[in-house]
Every structure is written in C-alpha cells, then in structure tokens.
C-alpha cells in the first residue's frame, strides 16, 4: 500500500477527475470571479463550502418542518425534534464518543470554549492555578481563558514554538507544573497548518492528572478523530468548517465531567424545576442547551456529516494533505516566497509572505485574478509577535480544491511581485 510518512494511505487521496466530478456538488464552486473564470477558493481555513445536499436539507427544514424543539406535542415538532437529535447521535459516531449525551450543541468552537471557560474552569480553578496553552492559538482558544483565569486568579502560561513551527515539547517538564490544571490545545494551527501531536500532548497532561481541551475547529473537517483513542477532556469544533452551515458547533466532554459542571447560560430548555426562588437542571445534554437552538443549523450539519462520510474521511485526509504538500512545494519554490512554517506534518492550511508586500495587499491584488486567500493576523496575534511580522497571507485547502488553482494562485503571486517592482 502506498502509505507515506505520515500513515496516510497516498492511494485513496481523489484524483483530479474524481474532484473535478466532486465540485459539481458545490453550485458555489462554478462561481465566476472579477476576471471572468471560476473563483479558485483557497479559504478553507476560514469557512467550507457547502454541498447541494447541505443547502437543500436547509430549505427542507424551514419549507416544510419548521417547528421548535422538544417542546410542541404535534406532528412538525416531533419531526424537528427527530432529525435535530439525530445529528447529535451523528456526531457520535463521528467522532467514537460512547454516549449521544456527550455531545453538546454550541454555537461553534468558540461558542464551546467559552462554556467550558464559564462553567468548569470559573467553578474548578483556584488563585495560583496554571491554564497551558500554545504560541499558536487562535484568539477563541486564549480570550476565554484569560478572562476565566482573571476572574479565578489564575495564570496563563504557553509551550514555545520550534523554528519548523512545531509545538517545542522539550521544556514540558518546566511547563507543566503542579499547579497546572488545564491544558488547552489547538489539534490542527489554522495559521501555520501545523498539526499537533495531540495523542502525545494529551498523555502527557493525563500522566500528571492535567484536564485536556482539544480545539478541534481545524481537525474535525478533514482529520479523521477518534475521541475515545484521543482521550482528551474536551473537544470542540465548528459545522461550517466542516460544508454545514455557520452558528452551529459542538463541545464533547465525558459524561461525569459534564454532570460536575454548573450551568453556563439559563434559560427555557436547560431546566428541570423552577420556583421564583431557585431552579433545578435537565439532565444532559439539555443542561447546557439554553433557548431555542439552531435546529435548521444542526439538521443541515447532520446532511454535512452524512456527505463527509460518505465521501471517507481518510480519503478526505488524503487529498487535503496532497494538494497542501504539493502547494507547499511549489510556494517554497517560488522566487519572493518565504513560508511561515515547515511542519513535518501539514494540515489542511499553507501560510507564508511576499517579499516585503503587506498581506493585505498580496490578497487583494490575487483576489483580482479570481483566487481567495486569506491575508491579516488570522486571529492569532500572538503568534504573530512570535513570528516577527504582524500579518501572513494563507491559502488552505480542502478535498474539492484542485491542483490548478494554487497554480492560478502562483501565477497571481507573480503578477503581484511585478505591479510592486520586484
Ligand atoms: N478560524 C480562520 O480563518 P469559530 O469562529 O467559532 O467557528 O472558530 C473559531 C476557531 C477556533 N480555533 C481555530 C483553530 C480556528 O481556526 C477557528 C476559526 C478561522 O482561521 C476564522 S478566524
């Protein structure tokens, strides 16, 4: 079997005529840009896009179930009720989590991080306790913890990068101190494409009696994920990284953990008892469920993962990382280039600068060839004082993209460099 480094098996990645059959899933794809040929969308990182059977399941809702759930005794609401349920038993399976309870709805990766920040770090945490985290964390995996860490007297301290852009490991043993409580790391960097030894992270904050909280925004869409083998505490991502739609995540924690942990938002749904005096919790998941969900968003995630799946996401794997190495390859190659990163295992995202063009520039002026990229700080501002520079530009990738368009990106790169001189 054609397996490289990395396990993955090279043979199962689609091959060009597969993806070309592939795009014609995705109306958005066949999109015609400002120079009059088809968008090359290089933005992965940022938002999936969404297959027909996504935006069709969308309108099938609120066309003809629209009805809220859990609460209404007739027909339409006992459809609704069934088909948001069974994304939640979906993502079970997904993701090997034991229990359907175990799965939260949220309103994306921050949306979890934030309840788990409120809820268990704000009612765990004690002055002089230690929150880990990374260099390279996205803002949504930094903010909530400082202000729960603030709130509780703790600090927050991060494992350095290597020159590679990798988690530098070496120092664990200073880092991980008896005060730590909390290790918080991002599965796959959404800036650097890095992606991370999660298994052995997460061993060595389990050996210490540390809790683990996987940001998995960057991992769920193309990563296969076995949260049993994994074995963190908690993992979080978002719908509309992975082709379903935006306003909608999960949280996965165990069972005990989440009977432990206090509320977060009050409100209709959450509850089991309320008097004017005091109220008792639902079981779970409903306890952290407040207020009417996005129920058209989680029937259409459940289209989303149904399409994921049918598709195998070890094929998905396979050709997400083809195309990032082969762009990689070719952008290290590339005269003015320099990549951000040279990870020995690379997700789905490359970043890298141009000469001294500012980002923002280097994007809208490859935007004008019809090819999305992501330019700024990514939302990951320290990483960027990390890296020297206050901006990168990104091009990321997913199993619909096709060889052509990081050539198209290439092309534009060049004709960027011309218009500033170089
Ligand atoms: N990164 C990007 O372009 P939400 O917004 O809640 O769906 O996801 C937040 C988030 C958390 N962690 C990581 C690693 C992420 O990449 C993101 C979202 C997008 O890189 C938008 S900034």
Redesign the pocket.
Known sequence: MDRNSRGLNMATAFSEEERIQIRKDFPILSRVGMNGSPIAYL?N???AQKPLVVLEALDRYYRMTNANVHRGMHELAEEATGQYEQTRRDLASFFHVPETHQVLFT???????NLVANSWARSTLKEGDEILLTVM?????IVPWQLAAEACGATIRAIPLTSAGELDLSTADELFTERTRLVAF??????LGTVNPARELIHLAKERGIMTFL?G??SAPHVPVDLQDLGCDFY?C?A??MCGP?GI?ALVAPSDVLEAMPPYQGGGEMIDQVSLERSTWADLPYKFEAGTPNIAGAIAWGAALKYLSDLGLERIEATVHLLTEDAAARLDAEPGVTLTAHPAVRGG?VSFWLDDIHPHDVAQLVDQSGVAI?AGH???QPLMKHLGHPAIN?A?YHFYNLEQETTRLLEALRTTRNIFGY
């Open positions: 933005d990182a940022a938002t309103q994306g990766t921050t949306g979890a991080i964390e996205h803002h949504s995996n991002t599965h796959v960097s959404n800036a940001d925004a960057q979080a978002s509309h990284k935006t995540g995202a992501r990514v939302c990951c990104r990321s």
